[in-house]
């Protein structure tokens, strides 16, 4: 398809194990992004990539949250030693080269459960 | 610190009726971003329209018009003649130029039912 593709696009863990989210962005969009929304709240910024870099990893809560995109293109959010409250959608999102607009194109996100 | 208010948690119309979404926002910044983003039930966010803080026209998109008003922090998103596709969770969502455009800080959005 055309747009950003997200999976798995659900992920049911138990509590300590390790989970890994991929997204493969719109063919051609340099710039990807990672937030995450939990139930009844709007999208939080985690990590955001310009090319193969994070250029800002501000928004990951700590450090059992990670992020790569090693060609540029797929991205996977992994997240280690998964706790209760990590249960959210991920969601992530790319956007073509040039300046930053704020039009970003989502996918229909990754829903973890951690039980 | 940068805050987005939408104090409407859920709407619901009747088709063809007219609804006014608010949003008030917080920043500290001089130079700074405003979007909507409609979340259909599918799950991905899709922009509706960014607007920035020297630019106070309101704008208007067929049923869509947006009325930004610097004086009361305040950027509203009116539907007009609603319709059930219409049935979606609105965020409405802020940046700074400092932050670049990619870091959204975002409202926790209104869910709005259009009942037939």
Not at chain 1, 106 to 113: D, I, K, N, Q, W
Not at chain 2, 42 to 50: K, M, T, Y
Not at chain 2, 61 to 80: C, D, E, L, M, P
Request: glycine content about 10%; some cysteine.
């Amino acid at each position: 398809g055309a747009g950003v593709s997200q999976t798995p696009s659900n992920k049911v863990t138990e509590k300590g194990k390790y989970v890994e989210l991929r997204c493969d962005p719109i063919s051609g969009h340099t710039a990807l992004y990672w937030y995450r929304q939990s139930l009844g709240q709007g999208p939080e910024f985690l990590i955001y990539f310009q090319g193969t870099g994070a250029a800002d990893d501000s928004g990951l809560p700590n450090d059992r949250f990670f992020a790569v995109r090693p060609e540029g293109s797929v991205s996977t959010l992994k997240i280690q030693r998964t706790e209760r409250g990590d249960s959210a959608v991920y969601l992530c999102a790319s956007s073509p080269p040039g300046y930053h607009t704020g039009e970003l194109f989502f996918g229909e996100g990754s829903r973890l459960t951690v039980l | 610190a940068q805050k987005v208010t939408q104090a409407q948690t859920e709407i619901s119309v009747v088709e063809k009726e007219d609804v006014t979404l608010d949003c008030v926002y917080e920043t500290r910044d001089t130079t700074y971003y405003l979007f909507w983003y409609k979340q259909p039930p599918s799950g991905e966010l899709v922009f509706l329209i960014r607007r920035n803080s020297f630019d106070e026209q309101n704008e208007i998109s067929g049923r869509y018009s947006w009325n930004f008003q610097k004086s009361t922090s305040s950027f509203n998103f009116t539907i007009t003649a609603s319709q059930v596709v219409d049935s979606a969770v609105y965020f409405c969502a802020l940046s700074t130029s400092g932050a670049g455009s990619y870091q959204l800080t975002f409202g926790k959005g209104t869910k709005l039912s259009v009942i037939p």
